[in-house]
């Protein structure tokens, strides 16, 4: 592949700019390389998001609402 080749070529239709924006981005996201692991999250951090699982309602509902998990 020489550097006057396109990288990719539109065969049918006529795409607006915005279309054609939108692929460019798909590709970029697409052929970029991993990252690596995500960092770890904080206890702090974890503690300000909600949980999982949230209690049911039925007798004693309210007060489990307030208990740490």
Request: glycine share 6%; hydrophobic share 50%; net charge positive.
């Amino acid at each position: 592949m020489s550097a006057d080749e396109p990288l990719f070529r539109i065969v049918r239709g006529v795409p607006t700019a915005e279309e054609l924006a939108a692929l460019v981005g798909a590709i970029m996201v697409r052929t970029r390389p991993a990252t690596a692991a995500p960092a770890a999250v904080s206890h702090w951090a974890r503690s300000a998001r909600p949980a999982a699982a949230t209690p049911v309602a039925g007798p004693g509902a309210w007060r489990a609402s307030a208990l740490p998990r």
